[in-house]
């Protein structure tokens, strides 16, 4: 059904296709720029990627057609999107992108869904040199592995505990109880978590992991309200960020600060939990209210998808998106000079100003964000706050 | 003191959602051996009907649990007749008609998800509901898991009833002894079957409804609920009632205390420990005669 949506945009836009300064517009003998990806559109990946991925893909492809077709160094020509589902398996999914780079052979390609799948099919664009921009993806291991075709747009672990740890120091907060998911990511931010809270001076009195999947955590958050730490950090995934928060609050459990991971910044967030959620915060990075970038960014994918974005990295997504588009427009589709491209340049994006340095966004910085009302206000760094935080965590309602 | 009580009974609350898992099934595979491994599939189902009534027409869930019992039951009385009837009519064994059924299921199991895919999307969806606590001494529950406990004490109550002790209940025992001698004892296989079919259904659609009050849902939740399902049933023993129930709340308990000694990590292990032991002494289960 995508495809046949994919098509009707083409088409229309082909209609109305006019010439901008400068640049020629596309014609019928003219090729489409492909470009390949595989996501989840089933199974257990499915969830995330289609919140946070795959919408945006098809957004900017639609919206590229419609404005004449991407501009490939001054040539402006359309986009093709060749999108497989990877049925959330690591084998199918870098089988699809082997067939997509060895035997396709198309233009560009465009990163899958998490942390794993990433790290899946990163020994694969080094080896046929297509640079991948990943914009749901964290953590050291991967830009550990040094591979030049691999830039990472999203924060990585220790920024983001970095800025929790910033935020809460300067609340006065002293003891923190920890929980973590069993995965690369949990594992990856509970390191970076007890390293920034050891330099800040906050005492972490209890750790505990669990495995993803998990249906009930009420004992072990029984335990740590016995404990009564200042501040509460979940490292989770979404089924089980709404887990610790529909169980914290049954239980009653209501420390100075509480923050859960993944998922705070879906919209569903919001609406499963309804108002208890007020003043619990998370990974995110810019609201509607963040820049009128934003904003616009915002309301187009509401428009165009039926739903909002969510708070993180979606707009991280969206901005991968804007800076392959902008070297593309520099340089043009030679693979090698568009990495280089990217990793030297500076680019304007909805997330702000994005720059790489060793495969990693270092303009971006750690944010904290927290739900008050309808919306999940950034709150930490200040100057990039969107509203001043809710301090202490205000009862469950 | 309290303490203990507390995390025994937020124990037996979660095991109370393993056990509404696996009452379906139950009737399915324990009693009739149709291994329906799509079962966590109408569980899904169940669970998106009482989302959409509840997000699009503001039904309360709690009212609408007949209508999903209703709906899954035709759509088990359909789903008998589509694809389980010539298997039970033409397997000369339950053995084949387990291996048959399993087959048959993995595909309704595809079928079903990727349908559901294709209309709601890959989204999490969910609503709040009785999420209050509900304070009981010094403990407190989410109302919407205590409702859950509730249905699965009464509901395998209820089934044990009427399996033990009106002529309906032995029709179906006699049936799964011995199909055809309970034919010549003037036994409607030809309804009674399907029927009981159908019931599971409508039980994995109720206990869908129960749980897309607590967790949020997904088009592939149900998986993990198969597994669950498989796991407390045959703990407790094929076909059983009661077994269900106490499968149920032993592996909720396990994991309660485990959480609280060792580490939700070992959760798993923990589980399947106990299940090996109890096989190892009682190979076909807690409860089975």
Not at chain 1, 27 to 37: F, L
Not at chain 2, 79 to 92: A, D, G, K
Request: aromatic share 10%; hydrophobic share 50%; glycine share 10%.
């Amino acid at each position: 059904m995508r495809r046949t949506l994919l098509k009707a945009a083409v088409a229309a836009a082909l209609g109305a296709a006019s010439a901008l300064a400068g640049v020629t517009p596309a014609s019928a003998q003219d090729a489409p720029v492909r470009i390949g990806y595989a996501i989840a559109r089933t199974g257990p990946w499915a969830a995330g990627a289609q919140i946070t991925q795959e919408p945006n893909y098809i957004m900017w492809a639609e919206q590229v057609n419609a404005a004449g077709g991407l501009n490939v160094k001054g040539k402006k020509r359309k986009v093709e999107l060749i999108g497989l589902d990877d049925r959330s398996e690591a084998e199918t999914m870098v089988r699809s992108y082997e067939k997509l780079m060895a035997s396709d052979k198309v233009d560009l390609i465009l990163p899958p869904w998490g942390t794993g799948a990433n790290f899946a099919v990163m020994p694969l664009i080094q080896k046929y040199g297509y640079p991948m921009i990943a914009p749901t993806a964290t953590g050291r291991k991967l830009l550990g592995m040094k591979n030049p075709y691999f830039f990472a747009i999203l924060q990585q672990p220790d920024l983001m505990m970095d800025a929790l740890g910033e935020f809460l120091k300067a609340r006065n907060i002293k003891t923190a109880a920890m929980i973590h998911v069993d995965e690369l990511f949990g594992l990856e931010q509970a390191a970076a978590l007890e390293k920034s809270f050891k330099e800040k001076g906050i005492q972490i009195i209890e750790k505990k992991s669990y495995p993803l999947g998990v249906k009930d955590l009420k004992p072990v958050l029984n335990d740590i309200k016995a404990k009564n730490p200042d501040a509460f950090v979940a490292l989770s995934y979404p089924p089980d960020t709404f887990l610790v928060t529909a169980q914290a609050r049954e239980i009653a459990f209501n420390p100075k600060a509480f923050y859960a991971s993944v998922g705070t910044a879906f919209p569903v967030y919001r609406d499963k939990m309804g108002p208890a959620i007020e003043g619990v915060m998370g990974l995110g990075t810019l609201n509607p209210k963040s820049s009128p970038a934003a904003k616009a960014y915002f309301d187009a994918h509401t428009a165009r998808h039926k739903k909002e974005p969510d708070r993180w990295a979606s707009a991280h997504a969206w901005a991968a998106l804007q800076v392959m588009q902008q070297a593309i427009a520099k340089v043009g589709l030679d693979r090698k000079a568009l990495r280089d491209a990217i990793a030297g340049g500076e680019f304007d994006t909805v997330i702000g100003k994005v720059r790489f340095r060793n495969g990693e966004n270092i303009a971006t910085p750690g944010v904290v964000s927290q739900w008050q009302g309808k919306e999940f206000e950034v709150v930490w760094p200040p100057d990039r706050a969107t509203a001043p935080a809710l301090h202490p965590k205000p009862a469950w309602k | 003191m309290g303490f203990w009580l507390e995390l025994a009974a937020s124990g037996l609350i979660t095991g109370g959602i393993y056990a509404v898992v696996a009452l379906g099934l139950n009737l399915q595979y324990g009693l009739m051996r149709i291994m329906n491994i799509s079962h966590g599939e109408f569980l899904m189902l169940g669970a998106y009907l009482t989302w959409l009534a509840h997000t699009v027409f503001g039904i309360n869930p709690v009212a609408f649990l007949p209508v999903v019992a209703i709906v899954l039951f035709l759509t088990g009385l359909a789903v008998y007749r589509l694809c389980f009837r010539r298997i039970t009519r033409t397997s000369p064994s339950v053995e084949i008609i387990e291996a048959r059924s399993l087959l048959v299921g993995f595909g309704l199991m595809y079928l079903v998800q990727n349908a559901a895919y294709l209309i709601w999307g890959a989204d999490l969806r969910g609503y709040s509901f009785l999420a209050d606590a509900v304070v009981i001494g010094d403990a407190r529950f989410a109302g919407n898991s205590l409702l859950a406990f509730g249905f699965a004490v009464a509901a395998s109550l209820a089934m044990l009833a009427v399996l033990r002790w009106t002529m309906l209940g032995k029709a179906i025992r006699a049936m799964m002894q011995s199909p055809a001698g309970a034919q010549l004892v003037g036994i409607d296989t030809a309804f009674l079957h399907p029927a009981v079919f159908g019931a599971g259904l409508a039980l994995a659609g109720v206990a869908g409804a129960l749980l897309s009050m607590v967790y949020e849902i997904t088009p592939g939740m149900g998986e993990p609920y198969t597994v669950t399902a498989l796991i407390v049933i045959t703990l407790g023993g094929l076909g059983s009632a009661a077994g269900c129930l106490a499968g149920g709340l032993l592996l909720g308990l396990v994991e309660a205390f485990g959480m609280h000694f060792t580490s939700p990590s070992l959760k798993m292990l923990l589980s399947y420990a106990v299940f090996i032991a109890v096989l190892l002494a009682r190979p076909k289960g807690l409860f089975a005669r």
